[in-house]
């Protein structure tokens, strides 16, 4: 998507090997422009697919899941990284390592919230090693929901999430696709959008 | 705001004394249809004020503070609840204690999001004792920012948060004000917007 691999040449910073900070438009200031756009390419990628739901997992996953579910005409669902005093019902669960963090966490959905009825597109910020889309399938697949596709804003793909999500038989959607973050420099792949 | 309290009539949840759940369309489903009219009434409130800044904390704040700073033509900026690895800069830090996960977070911007030239526009989605609204007015103080005033989707208006904002000074605009939950029920007082 030539409008974000613009805005990520001119934004974004690469901080040592394999770290790219986007946090001036996507994952802690957010513009809401470009996110629309992005929200709208994502609606547009799946718009054939019948999606009943949009699935993410907070907290910078939301921006770009709920642009893509509005244009979807569709709800958006996010799952929590911690259990809330009122999420009280029975829950879907999923162990879920960041890499970033260095901690796994157990992300969650309240289970009325996603059914055997559901065709979901998963969206998030980031794809690395596909660890928190591992964790959001596997909460799909629990309800019995479908999961017929992923959105990624930003692609490491010299990482192996992209591989581990194929591998399931599932359409990858990737909007900016990182080649490499040496020397400072991002190089991009053709994207997928 | 009419659509709003429509919606919590139907589809709102009364958990007990002073819990109100909208986890259906607002805390954890998000109807982007709903929200896309709960920002655009924020940014009608608050078109005069020359506002550079939508700031809200995540994760529930996100929708509604990004579709207000959309129709307001500026950023939005959410606080984190915890540290990530990569956001290594300088932080504005502040201490939130919520009474609903009954623990102490430290919540953070970084420096660079805000200036002594932003004139900020919080947003929330509840507004109870006012903990978290006074967290981010102080970040947003730490910076020498102006903070216009804030604007809530939900007041729990049995609660003293609103009058905590107002003896500071600050304009509050809710657009469902909630006067109580006793018995079951949601009685409302007259909303702002």
Redesign the interface.
């Known amino acids: 998507m030539k409008e974000l691999i613009e805005r990520i040449k001119t934004d974004g910073r690469v901080?040592g090997e394999g770290?790219l900070?986007v946090?001036?438009?996507v994952t802690?200031?957010?513009?809401?422009?470009l996110?629309?756009q992005i929200g709208e390419r994502f609606a547009e990628c799946f718009a054939d697919s019948n999606i009943t739901k949009v699935v993410t997992i907070?907290?910078s996953g939301?921006?770009p899941a709920?642009?893509a579910?509005?244009f979807l005409g569709v709800?958006?669902?996010?799952a929590?990284k911690?259990k809330?005093?009122?999420?009280?019902e029975e829950l879907l669960t999923s162990e879920v390592y960041s890499f970033?963090?260095?901690i796994t966490s157990t992300i969650s959905?309240?289970r009325?919230?996603l059914s055997a009825e559901d065709n979901v597109l998963i969206i998030d910020d980031f794809l690395a090693n596909g660890q928190a889309a591992k964790g959001l399938i596997e909460l799909c697949r629990q309800a019995g929901a479908n999961v017929e596709g992923i959105g990624i804003v930003i692609e490491k793909s010299f990482q192996d999430g992209r591989q581990l999500l194929e591998d399931m038989g599932l359409k990858v959607v990737s909007l900016a696709r990182i080649e490499s973050l040496s020397n400072g420099e991002v190089s991009f792949l053709k994207e997928d959008a």
Chains 1, 2 share one sequence.
């Open positions: 901080l770290v900070k946090d001036s438009f802690h200031q957010v513009d809401p422009v996110m629309t907070e907290a939301i921006a709920l642009y579910a509005q709800p958006m669902v996010f929590r911690s809330s005093l009122t999420m009280n970033t963090k260095q959905i309240s009325k919230f």
